[in-house]
């Protein structure tokens, strides 16, 4: 990739960093700590529909079988929401629409928890779904909370197949400089060829890594735009830090 142009701005910035729970090419915890209630099947499976939303090529399925069909597997550590505006994100791929509900518990379940939940509203499309746990919708957001509980389509009964992917737990603080405050912004997303980068800092250095985390390039700045015409379609990352060392990731989609 060449060419790579970003706006500079001085006055404030927004930062935002992920860390990714399941993606099915390099994190699988279907296969470490993954507890499934009320599916009569489920695993890893080829993605039914790659997109510009989801070019991933394994996803997660479970075809939903009872009322209180639910897929729960364990974070490794704690997952700490307190202090922040945090957002978790959830890639969703269905036949039918349906609310997912979101609960962060403890490893094996039980103690405290918090919920959240967004409504799939794409059938036969991937959708990337966002559960925004700054006011929960249920239980105390300083909750030690370790693990992840997800229900689709939660108090229905059917037969219908849930794929999903690229659980992803975001973290947004504002940091302010001067008497400025103002987020960071790439548009349009997605984007086929020119991304533009609205930001309020100086910058160091910006990168573009692959969904997994794999780094696939660096440049200097020196404009407002991203040429991104060479990559191929996909979900990717673009990682910018400023002249402080302060970190933003924010992820786009190529078309």
Request: hydrophobic letters at 40%; charged letters at 15%.
């Amino acid at each position: 990739m060449k060419n790579f142009i970003l706006i500079i701005f001085l006055g404030c910035f927004t930062s935002v960093s992920a860390q990714v729970y399941a993606d099915f090419e390099t994190v699988f915890p279907m296969e470490e700590n993954a507890i499934i209630w009320g599916a009569s099947s489920n695993g890893v499976a080829n993605n039914p529909s790659v997109d510009d939303v989801n070019s991933s090529a394994n996803v997660a399925f479970y075809i939903q079988q009872e009322q209180w069909c639910v897929y729960h597997f364990c974070a490794g550590e704690n997952i700490d929401l307190a202090g922040g505006n945090y957002k978790i994100y959830m890639d969703v791929y269905s036949a039918i629409q349906g609310r997912v509900w979101l609960k962060l518990e403890s490893c094996g379940g039980g103690g405290d928890a918090i919920e959240a939940y967004a409504e799939y509203t794409s059938a036969n499309k991937w959708q990337t779904l966002e559960f925004n746990f700054t006011v929960p919708e249920n239980g105390n957001r300083d909750a030690l909370v370790s693990a992840f509980s997800i229900y689709f389509n939660h108090g229905a009964v059917s037969a219908d197949t849930w794929y999903w992917d690229n659980v992803e737990v975001g973290e947004v603080s504002t940091r302010i400089k001067g008497n400025k405050t103002n987020a960071s912004i790439i548009y349009p997303n997605p984007v086929a060829d020119k991304l533009n980068v609205d930001l309020c800092s100086s910058i160091q250095s910006i990168s573009i890594y692959s969904i997994t985390g794999t780094k696939l390039e660096s440049t200097n700045l020196i404009g407002n735009k991203l040429d991104v015409t060479a990559l191929p379609k996909g979900t990717y990352i673009l990682q910018i830090i400023d002249m402080d060392g302060e970190t933003m990731s924010q992820k786009f989609v190529k078309k």
